[in-house]
């Protein structure tokens, strides 16, 4: 199974957590997922974040520590050829925090649920994330905002706004083509970018092992693991 993107066509690329299973990071809803083992409300909530700050840095300091030894998939790298075609008329929207995409040379790419690799001020003081890999042995070691904040993770919570959003529905409304990869469709609004992509006349192609729960909303659904399928589907030209 091959797409013909020819060269007239605009892109829109979601990926979420299955496109960085090959690489070794857990996905979320797995029976060895992130969320078999730990429960959202105490690590991925605003509530959770001032009821308990040191849990949330214990979780996000092990996923920063797991996403050490990762490496780009064949399927990040595929789509860091596709851009090499395509140019400004391809967008990769990840839903996921790792840098992957970065790292396979990808760089029309935007982060709607923040990154890992980035940490802010918990206050509205509008200075901008900074970059910060440390891995947080206790809630002593956190440094703060010059404005008094705590440093949280630049990550997206549960009950928070995506990143982008206008950006985004932008880029939907434009896309002729949506492919999305290694997502459940079970987290909103990204589970309602294929209706809208479907909405303004866009092909809609779904790469995974199983179907996704908006399935119906594809054009086109390619069961497989993204770094065997990924490769081989664009034809060029
Ligand atoms: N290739 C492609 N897809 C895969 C692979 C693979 N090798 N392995 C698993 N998958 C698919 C699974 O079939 C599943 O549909 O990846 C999907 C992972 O789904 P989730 O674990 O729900 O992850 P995701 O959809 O990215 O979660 C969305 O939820 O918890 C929040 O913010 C978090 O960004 C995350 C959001
Ligand atoms: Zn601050």
């Known amino acids: ?119 802010r001020c918990d206050r509205d003081c509008g200075r901008p994330p900074v970059e910060d890999r440390r891995i947080y042995r206790s809630l002593d070691e956190v440094p703060f905002c010059a404005c008094g904040g705590r440093l949280r993770p630049h990550i997206v919570f549960f009950g928070e706004m995506p990143l982008e959003m206008e950006r985004i529905q932008r880029e939907l409304a434009a896309a002729t083509w949506m492919l999305v990869v290694g997502t459940s469709g079970s987290v909103y609004p990204a589970a309602n970018f294929v209706h809208w992509a479907r909405g303004s006349g866009a092909r809609t192609v779904y790469v995974g092992p199983e179907a996704p729960l908006n399935a119906a909303a594809f054009t086109q659904v390619v069961e497989g693991r993204a770094g065997e399928v990924l490769p081989d589907l664009f034809l060029e030209g």
């Open 1 to 119: 199974m091959q797409l013909r993107i020819a060269s007239h066509h605009r892109v829109f690329v979601l990926t979420g957590a299955g496109i960085s299973a090959e690489s070794g990071l857990p996905t979320f809803r797995a029976e060895d997922g992130l969320w078999a083992g730990q429960r959202v409300e105490d690590v991925c909530t605003p509530e959770a974040w001032d009821r308990n700050p040191a849990k949330v840095w214990e979780f996000y300091s092990m996923r920063r520590q797991a996403a050490q030894p990762a490496q780009p998939n064949p399927a990040h790298f595929a789509l860091a050829r596709l851009e090499e075609r395509l140019g400004d008329r391809l967008l990769v929207c990840t839903q996921n925090v790792d840098d992957l995409h970065e790292r396979a040379g990808t760089k029309r790419l935007l982060h709607m649920h923040g990154e890992l690799a980035k940490s």
